[in-house]
């Protein structure tokens, strides 16, 4: 009840937020220099082509009711209609949503496997030469491009030893997981670097707690004393960190999608934008503003399970 | 406030990072300065008697596709590369700061609607708002420095404002405004030498991000155009030989890290060294 509460007034909390960011989709591409429809059509077009997609676009009206009718689409789930798929965008945007959700939701779940042990083992062997070396891997794999990796990883594992796919999307639900490893380990090693940091700096804090001597002083074995006791108590900071980088993840799968041929929302937005096809550039950046509203709120709602001192107000 | 006392000379001095991330950075300058006329090779000649030769003496990074060398426009690329970032860091810097530093201090509705607007555009991941921004107005060294300063200020004027919230509460403030100084006065010479450290220390991280996302536009070619040697544009170049060509993707990418690695290094350094802890 009290959690149903906490999610209904977060949600209320979201809507200026969500208005805001349609505003900012909507004015993106109507303050830039130049006629829209100019843009979009390049150099092909002739006056009549120009002023037909500017009635169609709703461009000669005033931008208040441009702006209204955008917002009656995104509730009809429309956003109207693509200009290179001569078709309604919202269909499209979903069918483009789960192979981006998977990709965020695999790279995440690749990155927490690898941090845990990671960050438990150099927390308690702190300064060994384990520690030192994990510390500089990841210093330097946050440093390197993602499509340079995909780009590069690709040779040894997808050509010399074809354990990979080189690019694509699989058919079932086995070889789309196929498809997606490659993609998912490179944007985990980003994540990794953050969060392993940040659980490995926690765990060292809980170590030097009073309770956890407590626990040691009672007789319990150490591996009971760092499960229960110290690894849960560390994950509250790393959970923030976790949700603030998807925010980033989100970001970078537009890349790394464009570099695996990955049919998600980011290699559509880059298609998109070199099509010209604003409406569509327009409805994917209030999608990823919301996906990240959203994952945000989940963060806050974990958060809150993981650690019940966070009041539910 | 003393920069260089005696303090800091010895800190700095037991400054592995710092002292580390310096050095590369000379390193990367000089070889920016001076690399292009040591090199033997003109970055954009064509030499269709020698495509795709390996790493080897006379060529130490190969040459690509067309016959370039590669360490001729790795080297040409890290001018144009760097010089890109540091207008694509330190506008958002300038503006971030200064919008922060307001912000903060006059508090009221100016920081409410401000800080309002900064939670909307923090919404947008970063990639999203730069490559629609860039995409829109067409790729351009201008439209990509206008596309990282709307997008990435708001990083740093978070920052500097939540610094300005906790120095408005300090004596040295309330001393400097009940003398009577004017509100700008009080702002540049009281409480901006003692909030921008961390605003400079996130400079040094968000080097690192910007070298990522000016490369990714050239990669996915919205940024920096051909011929122009870019890191970005020199990867995508070697996508397509990437089994007979190798050296033309991996030795910009390797620019990059180090790039990246050494701003890492020079962010933690300072941040030990201009933030005591305890």
């Known amino acids: 009840m009290n959690l149903l509460f906490f999610c209904i007034s977060r949600l209320l909390q979201l809507v200026p937020v969500l208005l805001g960011i349609t505003i900012v989709a909507f004015l993106l591409l109507r303050v830039m220099p130049g006629d829209p429809a100019t843009l979009m059509l390049g150099s092909r077009g002739t006056p009549e082509d120009i002023a037909a997609l500017t009635s169609q676009l709703g461009l000669d009206r005033p931008l208040w009711q441009q702006y209204l009718s955008f917002l009656g689409d995104i509730a009809r789930g429309s956003f109207g209609r693509s200009i290179a798929?001569?078709?309604?965008?919202?269909?499209?945007?979903?069918?483009?949503?789960?192979?981006?959700?998977?990709?965020?939701?695999?790279?995440?779940?690749?990155?927490?496997?690898?941090?845990?042990?990671?960050?438990?083992?150099?927390?308690?062997?702190?300064?060994?030469?384990?520690?030192?070396?994990?510390?500089?891997?990841?210093?330097?794999?946050?440093?390197?491009?993602?499509?340079?990796?995909?780009?590069?990883?690709?040779?040894?594992?997808?050509?010399?030893?074809?354990?990979?796919?080189?690019?694509?999307?699989?058919?079932?639900?086995?070889?789309?997981?196929?498809?997606?490893?490659?993609?998912?380990?490179?944007?985990?090693?980003?994540?990794?670097?953050?969060?392993?940091?940040?659980?490995?700096?926690?765990?060292?804090?809980?170590?030097?707690?009073?309770?956890?001597?407590?626990?040691?002083?009672?007789?319990?074995?150490?591996?009971?004393?760092?499960?229960?006791?110290?690894?849960?108590?560390?994950?509250?900071?790393?959970?923030?960190?976790?949700?603030?980088?998807?925010?980033?993840?989100?970001?970078?799968?537009?890349?790394?999608?464009?570099?695996?041929?990955?049919?998600?929302?980011?290699?559509?937005?880059?298609?998109?934008?070199?099509?010209?096809?604003?409406?569509?550039?327009?409805?994917?950046?209030?999608?990823?503003?919301?996906?990240?509203?959203?994952?945000?709120?989940?963060?806050?709602?974990?958060?809150?399970?993981?650690?019940?001192?966070?009041s539910l107000s | 406030m003393k920069l260089l006392s005696q303090e800091t000379v010895r800190r700095f001095k037991q400054n592995r990072n710092l002292q580390v991330g310096l050095f590369l950075l000379a390193v990367i300058v000089l070889t920016s300065l001076f690399g292009p006329s040591l090199v033997p090779y003109d970055p954009e000649e064509l030499d269709f008697g020698n495509p795709l030769l390996a790493p080897t003496l006379q060529h130490p990074f190969g040459t690509d596709d067309l016959g370039r060398d590669v360490l001729a426009r790795v080297v040409a690329a890290g001018q144009v590369d760097m010089q890109v970032v540091a207008v694509c860091v330190l506008l958002p810097f300038l503006i971030g700061s200064t919008i922060g530093l307001v912000s903060g201090y006059f508090g009221g509705w100016i920081d409410r609607v401000i800080m309002r607007f900064v939670d909307i555009l923090w919404a947008f991941p970063f990639y999203v708002l730069v490559i629609s921004i860039v995409g829109a107005l067409g790729p351009s060294t201008t439209n990509i420095y206008l596309a990282f300063s709307l997008v990435v200020w708001i990083s740093f004027a978070r920052i500097v404002r939540g610094e300005v919230l906790l120095a408005r509460r300090l004596e040295y403030t309330l001393a400097a405004s009940v003398l009577g100084y004017s509100h700008a006065r009080i702002m540049l010479r009281h409480i901006l030498p003692n909030v921008i450290t961390p605003a400079i220390v996130f400079m040094m991280a968000d080097v690192v991000l910007t070298i990522l996302g000016v490369t990714s536009l050239g990669f996915l070619g919205l940024g920096i155009q051909p011929p122009t040697p870019e890191w970005g544009v020199m990867i995508a170049d070697g996508r397509n030989f990437i089994q007979d060509g190798w050296w033309i993707s991996l030795f910009p990418g390797l620019a990059i890290v180090l790039v990246g690695l050494t701003f890492t290094l020079i962010g933690d350094g300072l941040d030990d060294l201009l933030r005591p802890k305890a």
């Open chain 1, 85 to 310: 798929y001569k078709a309604e965008i919202g269909p499209l945007l979903i069918a483009r949503l789960w192979p981006t959700l998977a990709l965020v939701g695999l790279s995440t779940v690749i990155a927490v496997l690898m941090t845990i042990p990671l960050a438990m083992y150099t927390a308690v062997r702190r300064n060994g030469a384990v520690d030192h070396a994990v510390k500089f891997f990841f210093v330097t794999a946050m440093a390197m491009p993602p499509f340079w990796l995909g780009v590069l990883l690709v040779l040894p594992l997808a050509i010399a030893v074809p354990i990979f796919p080189v690019s694509g999307y699989g058919q079932d639900w086995l070889d789309k997981l196929h498809h997606l490893a490659l993609p998912a380990f490179i944007i985990a090693l980003g994540t990794a670097a953050l969060t392993i940091r940040s659980l490995r700096s926690s765990i060292i804090a809980v170590l030097g707690a009073d309770y956890v001597d407590t626990a040691r002083a009672k007789g319990l074995p150490e591996r009971s004393v760092l499960r229960r006791h110290v690894f849960r108590n560390s994950l509250t900071s790393t959970i923030s960190v976790l949700a603030v980088h998807t925010s980033w993840v989100i970001g970078g799968t537009v890349v790394i999608e464009t570099v695996f041929g990955i049919p998600g929302l980011g290699s559509l937005l880059v298609a998109s934008i070199s099509a010209r096809d604003y409406p569509m550039v327009q409805g994917l950046t209030v999608t990823f503003a919301v996906l990240v509203v959203v994952i945000n709120l989940l963060a806050d709602i974990a958060y809150s399970i993981v650690d019940p001192r966070v």
